[in-house]
């Protein structure tokens, strides 16, 4: 890593020290160095290729400029849903017990030491630098109302690196649903560093949705792993509309048999956004099912890029594993770069994947126009009927408004 | 039914059948790589200067590269120190007519039913046979030459037609490409070389033969194809090597330049010793064979039957530069014990309005491991581009493994492109089928592995397809029940 980010983030480290618990320091510490050690991924790094963070994050984020800043003119209850559940607060990637509204006080617990292991550059990022972590934890046949998680992120007086960092764990027969989103104020940049790991436990169901609809200057890198015991169920729906930088990573790890995973993802976007999913599925016990949708419409000068891994280990027979990414794109300056990888080791199992680059079907355009409908509707009503697709999954009616609302918007103007 | 009973019988308690070897007075260069040996073989060759510059400078950047390590598969660190880089039959060499050629020779080729006697041969096959990467012989050399075809050993075309090899050597697959291609330019002993002039069908297939023979040798042959405007070609390459316990290297190299309204078509039935049951032995196949489609309207066709090889290291690819042109790439690749297989193809789009076309068969069976890689490309000048793939595998036992790496970039908003891929098993409901009808299980599997693979062996010209098919119920000998 270059002298000048390692003694930025170094001194990140030292401005927040006092604010760390002396227990955990060494682990901070030793997550520290193994950043330091490490250089941002660039196209060299075959995860990365195609999303080059050292040069995007060079270019457009400097850790020497961050602030810490505590006060904010946000009043984050207006931008609460109207709907019973627990309202929980991030604010520059720290949570807010005292700003939440929490309704089932004995599932959010906040954490200060900092235990978590990590894997690569951007966890270890995190689990040095995150402030305090949410613990989501939902007991044994407790009924939970659901949890909507905002971020907000003020950058008006200078720039921001935040690490949110969520913990959920559901207990045997039970069933979590969140929701996430993310609001922001101000013109300098900011950088999420998002760790997010779940623990599914036997029958449990867990359903997060995710809605990414950033200003052009925020970058945001999004680790969530999940790990999922016998017959549990886990559903992703994940929909990004614009933002400087996009990067979702998805690991879902099933441990135990007849396990079910289901990810859906939308991108809409435009300007010069750029998504990127990478998603595995790591099947290790039979009996197993995952399924996964990604649908996309990529505009001007956006770019989109899709990675799913499955993989099928040989213990893991009768495995049905789908696989799916579809992509329109409408413009000749954008680019979509998608991999559908399959790594399979057991023979009793059913799996596929496929996908599609195209634009819009002329023969369909045609249909609708000699019915009378204008060109830029004809256009909207085929794109619209394409996204909708993955809306089906959304657990929350009103969700399912907003994003539809938000398509709409984006397609129709 | 009768016809898929006898090929597995045919090669019942057979292992590798041509894993023999035979005792020719062989004239070879010491162990190991360094600037002197590429020399050596230079002047063995007796090469003009040009060339042994481009083998140095090969070299010189061989030596700077690291062994590429992303590949689906894993094999001991390969010595390159302590392999012979040239050996060819002491007999061999430049030779007028057949009467002239080794009989030893002569018998090696008909052990593996290849004819070089030209009266004997009805089906009107021009062979060029290599071993241990040198060209022994070359028929129907007169016939072709009639229609203006160059078609002989590579180092001959350094001699008679240089400013041929000057113009077209490396155009393709510049030395500096890859690990392999820069080895394979700067030791490369010989290959064949073909030429067809403007307009010009060639009549009959062509087809080079490669046999490795020597132990501690690795094969580096260069294969160059050029079809001039409007003229067709169909190229076909086999190769087998005997049985050894130790791994041997084999990293080849084919170039193809196809010009305005050319069509190529390359098969190969590739039967390398794949090793023993234990996985012993067998050789290492690092090939990067790549085509242009430089001309408007050209097409290049690779279809490839992958049977043999310890590991297989392969991507056939096209890279089609004028508009309207065509890439084609049909493949079945099995593996079976403990072989690893890691081939695909590229297909870059650069010309408007081209298409390309990816089927790829994999069958993993015993312990091995079978990867598709593939790599479509399409640039922002290919307007109105269409790509379809798909990759099927199919696994039988639950001890191998199949993977697939499809990369798909697009960078223009009216090209098409789809790829589809599906692993599955034979069915209980398929087998059963058969065995009602009187098929025992091994040809149930025969023939339903015949009709997963269909679609790529349609493609093989009939010599092949017949030997291609009986490769592969003998690949999956015993990897039933």
């Not at chain 1, 104020?185 to 997010?196: A, D, E, M, Q, R």
């Not at chain 1, 609809?213 to 999922?228: D, S, W």
């Not at chain 1, 300007?271 to 505009?299: C, F, M, Q, R, W």
């Amino acid at each position: 890593m270059e002298t000048s980010v390692v003694n930025g983030i170094r001194d990140v480290f030292n401005n927040n020290e006092a604010n760390y618990q002396s227990s955990s320091l060494a682990h901070r510490k030793s997550a520290l160095d193994f950043v330091l050690s490490h250089n941002f991924p660039d196209r060299k790094d075959e995860e990365y290729k195609y999303t080059p963070v050292n040069q995007i994050l060079k270019k457009n984020f400097n850790f020497k400029n961050t602030i810490t800043s505590k006060t904010t003119d946000f009043d984050f209850e207006d931008y609460f849903y109207q709907l019973e559940g627990n309202h929980l607060v991030f604010f520059n990637g720290s949570y807010q017990p005292f700003q939440s509204k929490i309704y089932n006080e004995i599932c959010c617990h906040l954490e200060k030491k900092s235990n978590q292991s990590f894997h690569d550059i951007f966890d270890a990022l995190n689990v040095a630098f995150y402030e305090n972590s949410l613990k989501i934890e939902v007991n044994k046949n407790y009924r939970s109302q659901p949890f909507f998680i905002y971020y907000f992120y003020d950058s008006q007086q200078g720039q921001i690196f935040g690490n949110p960092n969520i913990q959920i764990v559901g207990h045997p027969d039970t069933r979590i649903e969140i929701l996430e989103n993310t609001i922001s104020k101000g013109t300098y940049p900011v950088f999420i560093n998002k760790k997010v790991s779940v623990h599914v436990k036997t029958n449990a169901e867990i359903n997060i949705t995710k809605i990414q609809n950033y200003k052009k200057h925020v970058y945001q890198i999004y680790n969530l792993e999940v790990n999922q015991d016998t017959q549990s169920k886990f559903n992703s729906n994940v929909y990004s509309f614009a933002g400087g930088l996009i990067r979702n990573n998805l690991k879902i790890n099933q441990m135990g048999e007849n396990c079910e995973s289901h990810m859906h993802g939308l991108y809409l976007i435009t300007g010069h956004t750029h998504v990127d999913n990478h998603t595995a599925v790591n099947h290790t016990h039979p009996h197993s099912y995952s399924n996964e949708l990604y649908k996309g419409i990529v505009d001007e000068s956006a770019r989109a890029v899709f990675n799913g891994k499955i993989f099928v280990r040989p213990e893991a027979q009768k495995t049905n594993a789908f696989q799916s990414n579809q992509n329109i794109n409408l413009s000749d300056e954008a680019s979509i770069y998608t991999k559908p990888q399959l790594e399979i080791w057991a023979d009793d199992v059913k799996c596929s994947h496929g996908c599609t680059v195209g634009q819009l079907d002329e023969e369909a355009l045609f249909y609708l126009r000699s019915r009378g409908i204008g060109k830029n509707q004809a256009k909207a009503l085929i794109l619209i009927a394409f996204s909708e697709q993955s809306l089906e999954h959304i657990p929350f009616e009103f969700v399912k408004k907003e994003i539809d609302t938000l398509i709409r918007k984006r397609l129709i103007g | 039914m009768s016809s898929d009973d006898q090929i597995l019988e045919e090669f019942t308690s057979k292992e590798y059948e041509h894993g023999w070897s035979v005792n020719f007075e062989a004239d070879e260069a010491p162990m190991g790589l360094n600037e002197e040996i590429v020399r050596f073989i230079s002047h063995k060759k007796n090469e003009p200067k040009w060339l042994l510059d481009w083998r140095l400078k090969s070299y010189r950047h061989w030596a700077q590269l690291k062994e590429p390590k992303w590949a689906n598969v894993e094999y001991p660190k390969i010595d390159y120190q302590g392999i012979k880089y040239y050996s060819a039959p002491k007999k061999g060499g430049k030779i007028k007519s057949l009467n002239e050629l080794d009989p030893e020779m002569i018998k090696t080729f008909e052990r593996l039913g290849i004819s070089l006697n030209e009266q004997k041969r009805l089906s009107g096959i021009a062979v060029d046979a290599v071993i241990d990467s040198v060209s022994v012989a070359t028929t129907f050399k007169e016939t072709l030459s009639e229609l203006g075809i160059i078609f002989c050993s590579f180092s001959e075309a350094v001699h008679e037609h240089p400013e041929l090899i000057k113009k077209y050597l490396g155009s393709v697959i510049p030395a500096a490409d890859n690990y392999f291609s820069a080895l394979n330019s700067a030791v490369f002993s010989d290959g064949s070389f073909c030429y067809i002039p403007k307009g010009v069908r060639c009549p009959m297939e062509l087809s080079t033969y490669f046999r490795i023979n020597a132990a501690n040798t690795g094969q580096f042959e260069r294969t160059l194809i050029i079809a001039e405007d409007d003229s067709y070609v169909s190229y076909l390459e086999g190769c087998t090597a005997p049985m050894r316990d130790e791994n041997q290297l084999h990293a080849a190299v084919v170039e193809i330049y196809a010009a305005k309204n050319a069509e190529v078509k390359y098969s190969t039935v590739q039967n390398w010793y794949p090793g023993n049951k234990d996985g012993t032995g067998g050789i290492y196949n690092f090939v990067t064979k790549r085509g242009i489609c430089a001309g408007d309207h050209a097409k290049i066709s690779w279809t490839q039957v992958e049977t043999g090889s310890a590991v297989t290291w392969k991507y056939p690819s096209c890279i089609l530069k004028g508009d309207h042109s065509v890439g084609e790439f049909y493949s079945v690749a099995v593996t079976n014990n403990y072989q690893q297989a890691d081939t695909g193809t590229k297909m870059i789009h650069l010309g408007k309005h081209t298409k390309s076309r990816i089927v790829s068969k994999g069958i993993s069976a015993g312990k091995s491991q079978n990867s598709y890689r593939g790599h479509v490309k399409v640039s922002k000048r290919a307007t109105h581009s269409r790509n379809f793939s798909q990759c099927d595998s199919l696994l039988m036992g639950n001890q191998c493994g199949a993977h697939t790496f499809p990369y798909i970039d697009v960078d223009n908003s009216n090209s098409q492109i789809e790829h589809e891929a599906t692993t599955s098993k034979i069915g209980e409901d398929q087998i059963f089928y058969c065995k009602q009808r009187g098929l025992d299980e091994e040809s149930s599997v025969a023939l339903i592995v015949n009709g997963f693979a269909k679609e790529v062996m349609n493609n093989l010209p009939m010599e092949f397809a017949v030997e291609a098919q009986k490769l592969l119920a003998l690949t999956l000998e015993g990897s039933v029940g």
